[in-house]
């Protein structure tokens, strides 16, 4: 049994996991997933909360008849993870949409035109501003230093709630979760050299949006 | 030793693009971790105990979509902590083309971004404005740059990027009081300079050439005119659209087959870039986007097996997505305008022989030509603006839509609900291009301005 205490052989299939292993499957499962969402969402009550939609979905198909390969059972997981997340963000950015107009002066759409003191808005361009933004990431931090790491932290969760969430979830599942791009390529549905397309879209617009937060800090 | 291993060894620049990947899973590791508390399982466990009780044991049944079980094997368990698999799984190939275009992107960026303090004083001697009439003006383009390839005009500025004939590409902004003329590069730049919008605040413009593409955008006036910031760009992805107003960008890039649309703002870093729509089959492209009254309109173009190209029109708004034209059709280039939509409905088959290649679909699509027509956003009537156009020579902002008719510049009025009354004007007019402020075209030698009411 590849995963799973109490998977059983199904028809030749290999092991199988169903409703009596959702005890198991919550024990294993709720730390990775939480955090999952969490990373993907930036919000802790949040990822709370979208963590436990995912478990009552997989109790749902599990109790209505739903058996899952055990080697398939994480991806199945995440999968459902993935879209629970994602459609919640899209609500919240949908949302988002209309009152772009109703930003604050000092940050929204107007913030810097000309003729305000408040200056352009946008974080101030470098000079070779991608071979700068390599530059960010290939310096080493200052590890010895709290603040330094809690800043660091801060701005990250920042970026990974500015990428598109098909980029963060592809990121993530690579980075942070140990998934193989064919993996992930099940967990999402895309063909794994989509994945290996996304992983470096992914990564240059992370780059690219860690500059621009470390500028807007200067 | 690996292949991947021998090439880092020898190569800086991938070098440098490895260890930038690396740091970003690193910092992606550094996040925070939760650890769910006893709470947690008591509350999961409730919810599920209540919907049981509140649907049946019979009806415990999630939405196919969602937890649809029927995934492929999964070879490699997850049971144990793995190896972080990072550059390694990226193609060899790919790598050093990455950094060879970073290095060649980086110079784009410094290009158009350095020294902007400099930049803001620099007057082109060759620029000059005569005043002809009270809503006309006249430029004479650079000495070195006069192969004039894009315009348009404000109240307060005139934007134009011009070639050197051998070449090199140099995007000015002209100030229409004075005269300034403003370099927005520090140097030329090589490959296409294309003029996104000019509006009262901002001027915006994509590069794109072998090594990739840039969309940026420069505020005119305050502490930080002229000083470019890019808005996106990638050395790996294709630029299949830009479109941008005096707040906010629509930008559309394909990579991999898959096409992707973004909505992003423009004056603020503070808010985020929105993906409005990714590409319906692989292959297709998103193409020529644009905005009014907050729905966004773009084609959606691919080729089917046999290599013929198909392109249709889509909208969306926050409300979701739906199609304006008939999918299989032939409507290239949709442009809105003020309360209405003009495309090219084209006449000739377009083909293209590399079906999922962006660049060549891209390319194909800019070939339609056929009936211009435009559609009222507000009574849903459609009206027949020429018989016969290219898409290329379409330009349309504002309320003004401009196109070539032969060899003659026509336009059309969307305020007046007419044809231009400057369309007598333009007769000598090579390009043209408009904003909601003014109707600019260039005739060979100069570049002339016509300011609308």
Known sequence: MAEGAGATEGAGAGPVVGINDFEDIFTRFQTPITNFVFRLVGNREQAYDLAQDVFVKAYRALAGGATIQAGALSSWLYRIASNTATDALR???????????LFNDDRGVGAGLPGSDSGFGMPTP????????????????DGGRFE???????????????LP??????????????????EIADVL?????????????????????????????R | MRPLSEHLAMCASCRQVEAAYRRVGESLRLLPTLTPDASFRERVFAAIAAERQRVGPAAMRASRAETEPSLPVVRAPVGAPRARRRIGLMPMAAMAAAAVLLVSLGAMQWISGRNPGNLAVKITQGTNSVTTQSRLSSYLPDQRFFQVTDLRASHDWMAYAAGDGAGATMLFVVNRHTGAS???FAAPVTGQVRLVSLSAQFVVWSVSNETGWVVSAAPLAGAHAWRAQPLEQSLISTLTGAWANDTEALIATSAGGEATLERMTIASSATSSVVIATGSHLGAIIASPSMENGTVYWADVWADMQGSLHSAIWSATTMGASPVTQAGGEAYSPIAVKDALVWINATRALTVSAKSDAPAILAAAAQASGKLVALDLNKGQSLTLANETAASSMHAS????????GSVIQGYDFGAHGPLAENNMMTHAQIAG???DAITWYDGSHIVVYTLG
């Open chain 1, 148 to 162: 330094q790491r809690v800043a660091d932290r801060e701005i990250v969760e920042r970026v990974l709630k500015r």
């Open chain 2, 434 to 436: 408009a904003t909601g």
């Open chain 2, 182 to 184: 403003h370099a927005l």
């Open chain 1, 91 to 101: 609500r919240k950015r949908l949302i988002s949409w209309l009152p772009l107009s």
């Open chain 2, 398 to 405: 504002g309320a003004t839509a401009l196109w070539s008719a």
């Open chain 1, 165 to 182: 969430e098909k980029y963060a979830a592809c990121l993530l599942l690579y980075e942070h979760e140990g998934f193989s791009c064919a």
């Open chain 1, 189 to 217: 549905n895309v063909t794994p050299s989509a994945v290996k397309m996304r992983l470096m879209r992914a990564r240059e617009r992370f780059i690219s949006l860690y500059q621009q937060e470390l500028e807007g800090r």
């Open chain 1, 126 to 141: 470098t000079d070779e501003h991608l071979a700068s933004a390599m530059g960010a990431f290939t310096a080493s931090y």
